[in-house]
T-cell receptor, first 115, second 116 residues
Framework: AQKVTQAQTEISVVEKEDVTLDCVYE???????LFWYKQPPSGELVFLIR??????QNEISGRYSWNFQKSTSSFNFTITASQVVDSAVYFC????????????FGKGTLLTVNP | GAGVSQSPRYKVAKRGQDVALRCDPI?????LFWYQQALGQGPEFLTY????????KSGLPSDRFFAERPEGSVSTLKIQRTQQEDSAVYLC??????????????FGPGTRLTVL
């Protein structure tokens, strides 16, 4: 069975601080896909990144970076120099590589960036 | 281009009423998904369409829930005889290709259903 754990329910930081959101996953598949989505107060889930299990290269996109470590089944997300506009709920999600197209989401982490 | 749109954005229903929630996927997207998001939780899968075919409805919580996509584009999620436990945000997502292992699901803004 698939499972995604986001142990941090809420995080509060001051603007310009760096913040890391943790994600730990469980799956029996050797091929799988990991995602991060952002959900601002408007409610729409905004796609941020997709990672394949066979590609462990870390990725950086502007102020965002992702650290994928298969050895610890983790896919952590770091925001550098946080901004107020980063305030949102962030979800980590998992999809198996087989016929299971369903996304399994964690419970999300509420990030509040204070000015 | 336009993203996934959903209507209404908010719906208040009295217990026992029927409701219909609409989803307009991104133009050309083959796959369409419905998820239910309870307060403070992550979205949970309800059902999946590939074009007009409903390939998986295993996540629908009861037979009061019904979804359709008759022409392979717009989809409607219908809930009959609503109950208070149906209160949640209903999210629709679409993805471009049939090859599910390569695609990314893009979400709409959701419909917040409140059952009184």
């Amino acid at each position: 069975a698939q499972k995604v754990t986001q142990a941090q329910t809420e995080i509060s930081v001051v603007e310009k601080e760096d913040v890391t959101l943790d994600c730990v996953y469980e799956t029996r598949d050797t091929t799988y896909y990991l995602f991060w989505y952002k959900q601002p107060p408007s409610g729409e889930l905004v796609f941020l990144i997709r990672r394949n299990s066979f590609d462990e290269q870390n990725e950086i996109s502007g102020r965002y970076s992702w650290n994928f470590q298969k050895s610890t089944s983790s896919f952590n997300f770091t925001i550098t120099a946080s901004q107020v506009v980063d305030s949102a709920v962030y979800f980590c999600a998992l999809r198996d590589g087989g016929s299971n197209y369903k996304l399994t989401f964690g419970k999300g982490t509420l990030l509040t960036v204070n000015p | 281009g336009a993203g996934v749109s959903q209507s209404p954005r908010y719906k208040v229903a009295k217990r026992g009423q029927d409701v219909a929630l609409r989803c307009d996927p991104i133009s050309g997207h083959v796959s369409l998904f419905w998820y239910q998001q309870a307060l403070g939780q992550g979205p949970e899968f309800l059902t999946y369409f590939q074009n007009e075919a409903q390939l998986d409805k295993s996540g629908l919580p009861s037979d009061r829930f019904f979804a359709e996509r008759p022409e392979g584009s717009v989809s409607t999620l219908k809930i009959q005889r609503t109950q208070q436990e149906d209160s949640a945000v209903y999210l629709c997502a679409s993805s471009l290709v049939r090859l599910f292992y390569t695609d990314t699901q893009y979400f709409g803004p959701g419909t917040r259903l409140t059952v009184l």
